[in-house]
């Protein structure tokens, strides 16, 4: 079997699973850099690919170890179908694809939008998107036609929005890339994501800090009104056992929240 070695690495915010779009073209409009390994052949390799709109990243999935022959769909409720039927990143050869917007090329750098890639995925190789050959809009989906799919738009109250700045600033996170990506359908769904019920709404876990949100069924919407650390009283304790060393940006932002209530 032939041996594959990458051309290059994604540069981007998005660092874990659960914050990659189930595709790109449904992805937040994040951005990303591909970083070409250095050499003039491969730079030389993307002249005319400027001229394009969108390209197709083919690359590794390396994050995933085991593949799996049966794989829940991502609608909630729905039997386990074949890998081969879904586009799970759980396959045989992790290879995975994407299309996503070309925003320009410097030297062997590739800035592109709308992607569901992750820091550090290793880019095996590059196409441009040809509307005429790739795209088949009346081409029948499967058991993806027969899924009936509610989607929630995402609103942020203003103090939610302070703090989910706050939180990318200071702890570096994208909590609103995040909640994009898991709250744009089955907002409720506690099996597949870190959802827990509350008397007031629901809350979604994201690393150690927490989301607040109210869902309204009937408008498809979604509001976001506090964001909250995963941590106790007790756990921001002087002196406790700090495993994630986030400890003290916990303790900032909950003071900061203190001081503008």
Known sequence: ????????????????RYEAARQASIAPDNEA?????????????????AEFERIWVLCELHLNETWHALVEPPREGMAKLGIFATRSPHRPNRIGMSCVRLLGIEGNCLHVGQHDLLDGTPVLDIKPYLPYADAFPDAG???????E????????????AVQIEWVGVHAGWDLLNFLKVQLRTDPTDAKRKRIVAMDDGFRIAFRTWRVDYRVDQAQSSIEVFAIASGYSTADLLEG???????KAIHRAFIAQSCNEA
């Open 33 to 49: 850099w591909i970083q070409l390994n250095e050499g003039q052949a491969l730079q030389q390799g993307l002249a005319g690919l």
């Open 1 to 16: 079997m032939t041996d594959f070695s990458p051309i290059g690495y994604v540069e981007c915010a998005q660092r874990y």
């Open 149 to 160: 799919e509610q989607i929630f738009s995402l609103e942020l109250a203003v103090e939610a």
């Open 141 to 147: 989906a499967g058991w993806v036609d027969a899924a």
């Open 240 to 246: 406790a056992a700090d495993k994630y060393q986030d």
